[in-house]
């Protein structure tokens, strides 16, 4: 089994609706990413947490949020979704400060 | 503003060929570190580098720190079709108090592609 879960792999939606993608894992690390990947552009932070009481936003926050519901949980939500949403989304995980992340498999996620 | 250019963007080469894939920045990092990414999966670590003019071999893979811990590179001798994938590095710098936490910066990828 995966030490990192995202879930769902992949969804199309349309545009308005409103979306979570949730992340588990069983690696009990405290530190908590999720990142979207673009062609061309890399991997950018949205929003990291270094443990269950502890939320900050990344470089590209806007329009999203999220929810560090235990340790092993932290799930992302697009409010109201708009097609530049449109990308692959990664969460990742660090037992501690410069530690390596550990990534889960992806979400596939395209807005109409 | 692209904090690490990472180059070259796309590199095809034939089966035994070497090469070499770049990450510069102007900032200095307190280590740096390397992920190979496949279709369909997340990225993988395989090395971190952490002091100045380090050098790190993993098989045919060589990392290279650069004495200024500003920049990186990685070094594929006789590459193999089981290298393709994309070259991710990630320079980590402190922030907060004393520089107590830190945070990741990704480059853009390289994407390595070995023909039989």
């Known amino acids: 089994d995966a030490d990192v879960t995202q879930t769902p792999r992949n969804r199309i939606t349309k545009t308005g609706k409103r979306i979570m993608l949730e992340c588990s894992q069983t690696?009990?690390?405290?530190?908590m990413y999720w990142y979207r990947q673009d062609p061309g552009l890399g991997l950018r932070l949205i929003y990291y947490s270094f443990d269950v009481k502890d939320i900050n936003k990344g470089e590209i926050s806007d329009g999203y949020s999220v929810s560090r519901q235990a340790q092993a949980k932290f799930s992302l939500s697009l409010e109201s979704a708009i097609p530049n949403q449109t990308a692959l989304y990664f969460c990742?995980?660090?037992?501690?400060?410069?530690?390596?992340?550990?990534f889960g498999d992806g979400t596939r996620l395209s807005i109409l | 503003t692209q904090l690490l250019e990472q180059s070259p963007q796309f590199l095809s080469i034939q089966e035994g060929e070497n090469l070499t894939v770049y990450c510069n920045s102007s900032?200095?990092?307190?280590?740096l570190q390397w992920y190979r990414q496949e279709p369909g999966e997340g990225p993988v670590l395989l090395v971190t580098v952490v002091t100045g003019g380090e050098v790190k071999k993993l098989k045919r893979l060589t990392f290279q720190f650069g004495d200024a811990r500003k920049d990186s590179s990685l070094h594929i001798t006789a590459a193999q079709p089981g290298d393709t994938g994309l070259y991710l590095c990630a320079g980590a710098i402190g922030f907060g108090s004393g520089g107590s936490n830190y945070k990741l910066t990704f480059g853009k990828g390289t994407l390595l592609t070995v023909n039989p």
């Open positions: 690696k009990g690390h405290d530190r």
């Open positions: 900032s200095v990092f307190s280590s």
């Open positions: 990742a995980t660090s037992p501690g400060r410069e530690q390596p992340q550990h």
